[in-house]
């Protein structure tokens, strides 16, 4: 067995672990496991004392203003496990992929299931829409990248996707540029690799900061892409000439990479258990967030003074940059959270966990919500392929 294949089933023992017992039995007892298991996690997981205490601060706790439950196990079928969500530029549409193999697009407007495509053969871990809300691209451990073709707001043109090369290595994260014009992938392997999203060749191939490269993401300005991993060494390159610089203020892994709108920060998060926000053109770290009591697996800027992160304690924590401290929590998910994406029109906050559900939180804005609030529940008819 060489060493990509024993990290693909050593991936994440807690979670799997935590999928394979809970989330394949139904009923009560698939709550009671959640609630039991999590918090073994943190038992075995934390020093609970001195992370609580480091952790407390003035924050307000909210819950979901509402919860999509994904189809629950019938006929032999297991409950997916939600790794990856993406919401396209208008706001219309909603992908989430997961280990059921699925591809999922959802009406927002009215929280209806769209269409289901089924063309992946292991679990899908990443999920993004081209800028222009056209294509939605997918990977994840089966080494394939997948392109679906889109109309925005409706429904999916076809069923056949178009396909990047197989690559070497599982796939762990993968980002459109602004222009739309490339794709950056990374995974159990030490490159970052980067495709002309038209005609699928290899265009970069980019020596990464490590092996097991879990983040990567372009700045929105297109001008630098940052990639990150096991070794807790952030690498941005400047795109123009293909120069690097790293950052060390982690020294542990990092899962999750995001860039502020205005492309000037840079946050990053992983098993240290708290984000850092690094300037993105000097790499010289500006902020420490505040110390949680779980490993980040997810983050996301929320307009200009809010970032969120998602943990593996089930919770999303934001915090607020200027004041550096933990503003908001949101609780309700009862398995790690492990995706999140950010509707700047409503102020909205969409999360997929591992307890099988997606959440939309609401950060002021309005509360009817990028996805309804009524309805949210999918009808088991919908869990048929259209």
């Known amino acids: ?111 209806s299931l769209a269409k289901t495509f089924s063309s992946h053969t292991d679990w899908i871990k990443a999920v993004a829409f081209r800028p222009d809300g056209k294509v939605v691209a997918t990977a994840g451990n089966d080494r394939r990248i997948r392109l679906w073709n889109l109309n925005d707001g409706d429904a999916i043109s076809s069923q056949i996707p178009a396909e990047l090369p197989e690559q070497s290595f599982a796939i762990r994260a993968l980002a459109f540029s602004p222009d739309g014009k490339m794709i950056s992938l990374v995974g159990f392997g ?18 990464g900061p490590g092996d097991d490269i879990r983040a990567t993401a372009f700045s929105h300005d297109g001008t630098r892409l940052a990639a990150a991993g096991r070794n807790g060494t952030v690498r941005v390159w400047t795109l123009g000439d293909g120069k690097f610089s790293d950052s060390t203020a982690a020294n542990r892994t990092i899962n999750c990479l995001a860039f502020s709108a205005d492309s000037k920060q840079l946050a990053a998060g992983g098993a240290q258990r708290k984000a850092f ?19 980040i697996r997810c983050l ?54 591992f307890d099988t559900t997606i959440r939309v939180w609401s950060l002021g804005g309005k509360d009817a919500g990028s996805v309804a609030k009524q309805g949210m529940k999918e009808n088991r008819n919908t869990n048929a392929k259209k």
């Open 1 to 111: 067995m060489g060493a990509d294949d024993k990290e693909r089933k050593d991936r994440d023992v807690w979670s799997e672990v935590c999928y394979r017992i809970c989330v394949r039995r139904g009923g009560m007892m698939k709550k009671f496991s959640w609630i039991a298991f999590s918090a073994i996690t943190i038992l075995l997981s934390t020093t609970v004392g001195s992370l609580q205490a480091a952790e407390m601060t003035a924050s307000i706790e909210i819950s979901a203003i509402s919860t999509l439950e994904l189809p629950h196990a019938s006929q032999g079928e297991t409950v997916p496990v939600v790794s990856g969500v993406a919401l396209s530029p208008s706001g219309k549409l909603l992908a989430t992929v997961g280990d059921d193999h699925l591809l999922r697009i959802w009406n927002v407007q009215n929280a």
């Open 190 to 207: 030490s490159d970052v690799r980067v495709y002309d999203a038209e005609t699928r060749q290899l265009i970069r191939e980019l020596t």
């Open 277 to 295: 926000v690094i300037d993105a053109q000097s790499l010289k770290t500006i902020a420490e967030m505040p110390l949680c009591t779980a490993e």
């Open 300 to 353: 996301q800027f929320c307009g200009e003074d809010e970032l969120a992160g998602g943990c593996t304690d089930n919770v999303i924590r934001v915090w607020s940059l200027s004041s550096k401290r933990e503003t908001m929590r949101m609780t309700g998910h009862l398995g790690t959270v492990a995706a999140l994406t950010y509707d700047p029109q409503t102020k909205q906050l969409i999360s997929g966990g």
